[in-house]
């Protein structure tokens, strides 16, 4: 008797779609669908900005792991026999020492402060991508000396109503800027290149070889930092652990607590956006999802009161109109899918651009599994309830509507 | 057959209480026509109902077949009405989503019969009311007289014991009147089909065996009519 109620609730249901209203048929699975873009597109937006923020931190920033002085001493030292020692554990792609000094430029009557980063181009090249941001000019050689290459941010423009912040005014690939080393020491060096990295820190500094810091610091076998970069993203506390085991001394960290404050509260702050923009949509999924197949349920009140009056169990009256809903919201799925593929397409060609770099959608299985069993919830409660109670309903009050 | 004895029903409208029936009991055999037959307001649709399973009396006690029905439950009344009762309603009641084939063996589907047995047998049916020509069309193709044949075939398709029917010619010219009342007479004196049929018609009479005379909710007269 089971597999009959549900042989005619299915015969039922398949008529009902096969031969209902096409428009609003339509209608309920094109809001169905604009309500699964919703729930997927928001979060696949902040996850590539947490992806974006990630991935720009270790590609242009910090590498995987950083490692950095040991308590009370202010640099590495013996940094040469560091190096080599990182560069033979396997899971270690490269490293790439590094000294930050504060420095002030001057270029014609423009003077700015801000980070000098010294650094061997050959071993950064292998652990961040800066070597590949140079969008004028070239990046660093290890032999060069006399030589900078400038940040984006740092260089400006000869228009500073072009600039995003304070600038150097704009100087050109090929002439000289003069740059105050911390220790008091000025040099006129030649700009070799402008580097492009999308993401403000990198592009506010200037970058010159660790031979021509060497120089002028009067320094050897020195850095205040060594970048990591390891086999695989996201094993970072894992590598922090291998390392140690492998005998560094040092301080290790992580590429996200080395940007700590700002990557933590911004991830943290989208992370609640998300939270409550998902949990907003829902309840207007909800709302709206309940209300359209709650109206089309109750204008079939009639034939629902027909239905049971030739004798037709209640029970396969609502796994009809449940099975109905059933196929609106896997049609719905279907299309809201194929959208937010569309959607996602279309913004991985032209990229939103945020002050951390261009960022795109990344649709994780998380949100995607969320919004498909809400959107199979919210429909089954929606056409359970209205069919429930008409069919529940004295039959000829549903036939000709309440007196 | 049915046995109706004090049945009563009372609505509730608003503060005002309308006396729908009051105390009606008769005796309805196999095999009879009977009509139920009364003013407007006279409580015939709703004695209808109630003999139909479709609503229920406010007191009284009413049994079909020898069981007592007013002691059933909605899902025990469904099942009884699949099983033993066969409705026309006034406006027809097709379902508009499927054919007049579909519309017909859907009860057949529901109590479990074969396919093939109901096919063959909604086929019989349409074929007798005239209909078999328009079995793969749907409602809105049909004209008022055609819906009806289709609802007279979808009731008789589990071959139930009684027939009602709520003025099924209330919305039909004279001739297409005519043909469901002879469609009717035939069933009856055929296969001795138990009809109870309302009208206000009194030409109708002359198609049943009995009538019942409702006057304010009660029983007014009982008559044999000339056939």
């Given amino acids: 008797?089971?597999?009959?109620?549900?042989?005619?609730?299915?015969?039922?249901?398949?008529?009902?779609?096969?031969?209902?209203?096409?428009?609003?048929?339509?209608?309920?699975?094109?809001?169905?669908?604009l309500v699964f873009v919703n729930l997927v597109f928001l979060p696949s937006i902040i996850s590539g900005v947490v992806v974006n923020f990630n991935t720009q931190s270790i590609d242009y920033s910090f590498g995987n792991l950083i490692i950095e002085p040991r308590e009370k001493q202010v640099v590495i030292t013996n940094v040469y026999s560091l190096k080599r020692k990182l560069d033979q554990i396997p899971e270690v792609i490269g490293s790439s020492p590094r000294t930050q000094i504060g420095a002030t430029y001057r270029y014609k009557d423009n003077t700015q402060s801000g980070p000098l980063i010294a650094l061997s181009p050959k071993s950064d090249m292998e652990v961040t991508k800066i070597g590949t941001k140079v969008k004028e000019g070239y990046f660093l050689e290890d032999t060069d000396t006399d030589s900078i290459v400038l940040g984006t941010t740092l260089t400006g423009n000869q228009d500073s109503r072009l600039d995003k912040s304070d600038s150097l005014g704009g100087p050109q690939v090929g002439e000289r800027i003069s740059v105050t080393f911390s220790n008091g020491v000025t040099r006129d060096l030649v700009v070799k290149g402008i580097l492009d990295s999308g993401v403000y820190n990198v592009d506010l500094a200037g970058y010159v070889t660790t031979r021509e810091m060497e120089q002028v610091l009067g320094v050897k076998d020195e850095a205040s930092s060594i970048l990591v970069k390891m086999r695989e993203n996201g094993k970072e506390e894992y590598y922090k652990?291998?390392?140690?085991?492998?005998?560094?001394?040092?301080?290790?960290?992580?590429?996200?607590?080395?940007?700590?404050?700002?990557?933590?509260?911004?991830?943290?702050?989208?992370?609640?956006?998300?939270?409550?923009?998902?949990?907003?949509?829902?309840?207007i999924a909800t709302v709206v999802t309940f209300i359209v197949i709650f109206i089309n349920t109750v204008n079939k009140r009639r034939q629902i009161g027909i239905l049971k009056?030739?004798?037709?169990?209640?029970?396969?009256?609502?796994?009809?109109?449940?099975?109905?809903?059933?196929?609106i919201a896997t049609c719905g799925t279907i299309l809201g899918l194929a959208l937010?593929?569309?959607?996602?397409?279309?913004?991985?060609?032209?990229?939103?651009?945020?002050?951390?770099?261009?960022?795109?959608?990344?649709?994780?299985?998380?949100?995607?599994?969320?919004?498909?069993?809400?959107?199979?919830?919210?429909?089954?409660?929606?056409?359970?309830?209205?069919?429930y109670n008409t069919a529940n309903e004295p039959i000829l009050e549903a036939i000709r509507g309440p007196a | 057959?049915?046995?109706?004895?004090?049945?009563?029903?009372?609505?509730?409208?608003?503060?005002?209480?309308?006396?729908?029936?009051?105390?009606?009991?008769?005796?309805?055999?196999?095999?009879?026509?009977?009509?139920?037959?009364?003013?407007?307001?006279?409580?015939?649709?709703?004695?209808?109902?109630?003999?139909?399973?479709?609503?229920?009396?406010?007191?009284?006690?009413?049994?079909?077949?020898?069981?007592?029905?007013?002691?059933?439950?909605?899902?025990?009344?469904?099942?009884?009405?699949?099983?033993?009762?066969?409705?026309?309603?006034?406006?027809?009641?097709?379902?508009?989503?499927?054919?007049?084939?579909?519309?017909v063996s859907l009860?057949?589907?529901?109590?479990?019969?074969?396919?093939?047995?109901?096919?063959?047998?909604?086929?019989?049916?349409?074929?007798?009311?005239?209909?078999?020509?328009?079995?793969?069309?749907?409602?809105?193709?049909?004209?008022?007289?055609?819906?009806?044949?289709?609802?007279?075939?979808?009731?008789?398709?589990?071959?139930?014991?009684?027939?009602?029917?709520?003025?099924?010619?209330?919305?039909?010219?004279t001739k297409s009147s005519r043909n469901i009342l002879e469609l009717f007479q035939k069933l009856n004196a055929e296969l001795s089909q138990t009809i109870i049929m309302v009208t206000h018609e009194e030409w109708h009479e002359a198609y049943m065996c009995r009538v019942l005379v409702l006057t304010d909710g009660k029983v007014a007269d009982q008559r044999a009519c000339k056939r």
């Fill in chain 2, 1 to 103: 057959m049915i046995n109706a004895t004090d049945i009563s029903r009372v609505y509730r409208m608003g503060l005002v209480e309308v006396h729908a029936l009051s105390g009606v009991s008769f005796d309805i055999g196999k095999g009879e026509f009977v009509g139920i037959v009364g003013a407007s307001g006279s409580g015939k649709s709703t004695l209808l109902h109630i003999l139909g399973l479709l609503d229920l009396p406010t007191s009284g006690f009413l049994s079909i077949n020898g069981i007592d029905v007013s002691a059933m439950n909605d899902d025990e009344r469904t099942e009884f009405r699949l099983n033993n009762l066969g409705y026309v309603f006034q406006d027809y009641a097709l379902v508009q989503e499927l054919t007049v084939l579909e519309n």
């Fill in chain 1, 340 to 387: 937010a593929g569309l959607l996602v397409m279309y913004l991985n060609i032209n990229p939103l651009i945020f002050p951390g770099g261009a960022v795109y959608p990344v649709v994780e299985p998380g949100p995607f599994i969320r919004s498909t069993i809400s959107l199979y919830l919210v429909s089954i409660i929606s056409g359970f309830i209205p069919s």
């Fill in chain 1, 309 to 327: 009056a030739i004798g037709i169990n209640k029970r396969v009256i609502v796994y009809s109109y449940v099975l109905q809903v059933l196929v």
């Fill in chain 1, 241 to 283: 652990n291998l390392l140690m085991q492998y005998g560094v001394q040092e301080k290790v960290r992580t590429y996200k607590e080395k940007a700590g404050g700002f990557v933590n509260d911004a991830v943290t702050a989208f992370e609640i956006i998300n939270t409550i923009s998902t949990g907003v949509s829902l309840v």
């Fill in chain 1, 1 to 33: 008797m089971k597999f009959q109620k549900i042989s005619v609730a299915l015969f039922l249901a398949g008529k009902s779609i096969q031969r209902g209203n096409r428009f609003t048929f339509i209608l309920t699975v094109t809001i169905m669908a």
């Fill in chain 2, 107 to 173: 009860p057949a589907m529901m109590r479990g019969t074969p396919r093939d047995e109901y096919l063959h047998k909604s086929e019989e049916l349409l074929n007798q009311v005239g209909l078999i020509h328009r079995m793969h069309h749907r409602q809105y193709e049909l004209s008022g007289g055609e819906q009806q044949r289709v609802a007279i075939a979808r009731s008789l398709i589990n071959s139930p014991t009684l027939l009602f029917a709520d003025e099924p010619c209330a919305n039909l010219d």
